[in-house]
């Protein structure tokens, strides 16, 4: 089993940034499942959708709404993942999910969520 505990969610106002971290922890040959981590939003109203993924290797993908001002990245070593927000919108206003697998996301393990509101 693979826990998942998220922080750095908070308020910010339109054009500031926000950090968001992911640390995975579980029994090793859990751990050693993770190759694909992400990132996923659910904004009020909508479906969950996936913001940014990173492989093991560090190859990444970004919903195109976020391209330019996410980034993804992850420590290894630390079975932890960053989103980096900055320029943030009040569209990117949701609850954001850390979401951790051995392939193509969404894998199996889910963080609790964070709340992030960006005030125009």
């Known amino acids: 089993q693979v826990q998942l505990v998220e922080s750095g969610g908070g308020l910010v106002q339109a054009g500031g940034s926000l950090r968001l971290s992911c640390v995975a922890s579980g029994s090793t040959g859990s751990i050693f499942s993770i190759n694909h981590m992400g990132w996923y939003r659910q904004r009020p109203g909508k479906q969950r959708e996936l913001v940014a993924a990173?492989?093991?290797?560090?190859?990444?993908n970004y919903a195109d709404a976020v391209k330019g001002r996410f980034t993804i990245s992850r420590d290894n070593a630390k079975n932890t993942v960053y989103l980096q927000m900055n320029m943030l919108k009040p569209e990117d206003t949701a609850v954001y999910y850390c979401?951790?697998?051995?392939?193509?996301?969404?894998?199996?393990?889910w963080g609790q969520g964070t709340q992030v509101t960006v005030s125009s």
């Open positions: 979401n951790i697998g051995p392939s193509v996301l969404p894998g199996p393990y």
């Open positions: 990173i492989t093991r290797g560090g190859m990444t």
